[in-house]
């Protein structure tokens, strides 16, 4: 739920890991990365569990594997390998990938269940009201954005005191809306509580349960169980530092290269899906640069944050990241200099020019802090930067950019 490029994403078995660390009931799986091991693993499950269905799982951040052909069932250690090698061997494409798919790394061959019913357990952050929210649903299996579109009545949403955390009359009250009878109305309203105190103690941004399921009763288990056989965990990336532990389950295959690039060098980028290169100091201001180009019809190519204390080779990697993105028709800098120095932006445009030259047109609004070094500079290297264009206020440098992108 909710858009945010800058979680940590972990992948399902280590949400299933910490899910189960917090006491949610998950079945026992194995992680492999190949179909032989694929194979050992079914045995494994086997002898161990007496798992005769066992799921075959990619293990790729993004969702809806199931509808993309990487969740599949299987009831042999021979099935098992060749599925999973099968979803090894190729990218995998989801509605959540885009058409290129994404590579799969690593599978998860868990124990199957046979289900009776599915529902959605959720928290996040509800921003309106400034505190954790419980979203629940007896639509579960479905992505909950789905849900809200199409039934919206069917989604019930609790607010959370971070205190506090979830009150137990507050689950017990989503279980029965749910439509959870007996004594899965205990097991849900356990699972629920460990959800939220999940989410709050590792400073997570989403911990989803989808599906949560009800099991079908046997003879072992003769009124079924409530147990969570997906899980989605995103975490606040500002927080990390305090989860050393959490922080290692990031997993850079998974990252784009030029976000991971961006990273080391401690610069907010977040790519877009336009064609004007951005090049801002400040997220306030790199969103109202954004909002700007947008309003004399432009499309942003990236939101940059180049931050106060960016050096000069900070700034520079910056402008390689930028030109290196073969959507990039035009970039545009825009900086406010408080903390930031103009002349250290100039220097690194100069600089940028130099090494990889810009083919495409340039404008630059440079304002505050040693502005008039760094116009002296840019002035200096005209020539060499023929693309180069000042302007002389946002609206102004936003104009241009549109204009010359349109020529
Ligand atoms: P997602 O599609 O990426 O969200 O992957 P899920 O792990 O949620 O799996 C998608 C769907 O596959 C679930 O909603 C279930 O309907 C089905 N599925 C997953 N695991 C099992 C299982 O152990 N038994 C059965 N019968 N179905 C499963
Ligand atoms: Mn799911």
Redesign the pocket.
Known sequence: MGYDPRAMKVH?YQARDLLAQFGVPV?PAIVVETGAQAGDAYRELASRYGAE?V?V?AQVHA?????GG??K?VRSADEAQRVAADILAKPLV?PQTGPAGVSVRKVLI??????DK?FYVGMAIDRTNRCPVLIASSE??IEIEQVAKDNPDAIVRVPVDPEAGLQPYQARNVAYRLGFRGDHIRQATKIMAQLCDLFIKTDASLAEI??LVVTRADSDHPQGDVLA??AKINFDDNALIRHPDIAELADPHEQDPAERRARQFDLSYIKLDGNIGCLVNGAGLAMATMDLVNLHGGEPANFLDVGGSASEEAVTEAFRIILEDDHVRGVLVNIFGGIAKCDTIARAIVGAAKEIGFTVPLVVRLEGTNVEQARRILDDARHDIPTMQTGDDLTDAARKITAAIAA
């Open positions: 399902e079945p269905l799921v799982k969702g809806g594997r199931g509808k990487g969740v069932l989801t868990a124990a199957g269940v046979d289900i599915e579960g299996g989808n599906p056989i997906d």
